[in-house]
T-cell receptor, first 114, second 111 residues
């Protein structure tokens, strides 16, 4: 199994541009989590899905952020328009349901908004 | 709200055991205790988890207090590769349960 795959690994963009981050879940996993990590705020949960349905998006900073799961194995996190304060490492993670199931993280996308 | 409390940082010497504490005094009866660690420039990775009994795996041991209000992650012989941030998380495991990470403990391992 290839694990959780995120793309791109690095993204540098200018303020005001649209940014799309991508995540491929591990096959058979049905929960998907998007996290953002900065030095100041640590690892923050932005949104999570279960069976393609958004369950809790209370961590999404503002309307500029949106996330989708068009199918069971793929998710996108979009920022439009991007701002310098969005610069961070964005992780997605997936798992199966159940208390004994582990959470598997991708390698993250390092986003820099200039 | 992570609802767990960990020391910000700890130090250990290589080849010595390390005990990383976690306080989860408001834990409910159905919450599991999960531990993850994040190596530099990587995403977090699973270490170990448990409910009531102590647990062992190839990476570490987890000692859970009898009242379940605290737990300790034990690395039996620390290596330089164990230098990481260690996160303790309460986790119900249901489909609608959020996995919220606290600030974790930064473990430094000295040669």
């Amino acid at each position: 199994d290839a694990g959780v795959i995120q793309s791109p690994r690095h993204e540098v963009t200018e303020m005001g541009q649209e940014v799309t981050l991508r995540c491929k879940l591990i096959s058979g996993h049905n929960s998907l989590f998007w996290y953002r990590q900065t030095m100041m705020r640590g690892l923050e949960l932005l949104i999570y899905f279960n069976n393609n349905v958004p369950i809790d998006d209370s961590g999404m900073p503002e309307d500029r952020f949106s996330a989708k799961m068009p199918n069971a194995s793929f998710s996108t996190l979009k920022i439009q328009p991007s701002e310098p304060r969005d610069s961070a490492v964005y992780f997605c993670a997936s798992r199966r349901d159940g208390p004994n199931e582990k959470l598997f993280f991708g390698s993250g996308t390092q986003l820099s908004v200039l | 709200d992570a609802k767990t409390t960990q020391p910000n940082s700890m130090e250990s010497n290589e080849e010595e055991p390390v005990h990383l504490p976690c306080n989860h005094s408001t834990i409910s009866g159905t919450d599991y205790i999960h531990w993850y660690r994040q190596l530099p420039s990587q995403g977090p990775e699973y270490v170990i988890h448990g409910l009531t009994s102590n647990v062992n795996n190839r990476m570490a041991s987890l000692a859970i207090a009898e009242d379940r209000k605290s737990s300790t992650l034990i690395l039996h012989r620390a290596t330089l590769r164990d230098a990481a941030v260690y996160y303790c998380i309460r986790f119900y495991g249901g489909a609608t349960n959020k996995l919220i990470f606290g600030t974790g403990t930064l473990l430094a391992v000295q040669p």
